[in-house]
């Protein structure tokens, strides 16, 4: 059963900020947020994490609601190499438990000249 | 550092044969997970192995099966292949089980005629 509930498609001027929201309504308490993204023809690749604090590292922010059921994947400055279907993925973090990633059908970002 | 490195790269097997899929993890890592990509179903869980136990398995049929050795290289077998088994079979290394990042090969295309 899918846990994260994500748009299958947006579009993003390159150059513009893209603003990906993932649902995920059911996360338990000791469940992380990750965000993975798989360009055409390779492996998925980690982007970030988060809790319930809104972080951010090199390549993205991700910004989740208080309530924890909403987030949101935010790339300041899309570029054409970011087109990728991107994954919003939720899994315990530590402790006992599987850490299995399950992946839904993503978003689709095709980042536009 | 090297990154995971999966071979072959290609294969192309015909119906009830078996087939043998390698994974080298990260240097160091000692899970390693395996995840098959089909049009259909996307991303799905395989196993999860750490020092050389299976630690979970997927939703798939005993046809399906892994190890792992002392060095954590492991390989998949995937005995009396079918048409549906053709995919693309990617593995994902990482430091710990509850690791936050995975680290995915370019994976493994499987075709069965």
């Known amino acids: 059963d899918a846990k994260t509930t994500q748009p299958p498609s947006m579009d993003c001027a390159e150059g513009r900020a893209a603003n990906l929201p993932c649902n995920h309504s059911t996360i338990s308490g000791n469940e992380y947020v990750y965000w993975y993204r798989q360009i055409h023809s390779q492996g998925p690749q980690y982007i970030i994490h988060g809790l319930k604090n809104n972080e951010t590292n090199e390549m993205a922010s991700l910004i989740i609601t208080e309530d924890r059921k909403s987030s949101t994947l935010i790339l300041p400055h899309a570029t054409l190499r970011d087109t990728a279907v991107y994954y919003c993925i939720v899994r315990v973090g530590s402790g006992a438990g599987s850490y299995q990633l399950t992946f839904g059908k993503g978003t689709k970002l095709s980042v536009i000249p | 550092k090297a990154g995971v490195t999966q071979t072959p790269r290609y294969l192309i097997k015909t119906r009830g044969q078996q087939v043998t899929l390698s994974c080298s993890p990260i240097?160091?890592?000692?899970?390693v997970s395996w995840y098959q990509q089909t049009p259909g179903q996307g991303l799905q869980f395989l196993f999860e192995?750490?020092?050389?136990?299976?630690?979970n398995k997927g939703n798939f049929p005993g046809r399906f099966s892994g190890r792992q050795f002392s060095n954590s290289r492991s390989e998949m077998n995937v005995s009396t292949l079918e048409l549906g088994d053709s995919a693309l079979y990617l593995c994902?290394?990482?430091?710990?089980?509850?690791?936050?990042?995975?680290?995915f090969g370019p994976g493994t295309r499987l075709t069965v005629t």
């Open positions: 240097s160091g890592h000692r899970s």
């Open positions: 994902a290394s990482s430091l710990l089980r509850d690791s936050y990042e995975q680290y």
């Open positions: 192995y750490f020092s050389e136990t299976q630690r």
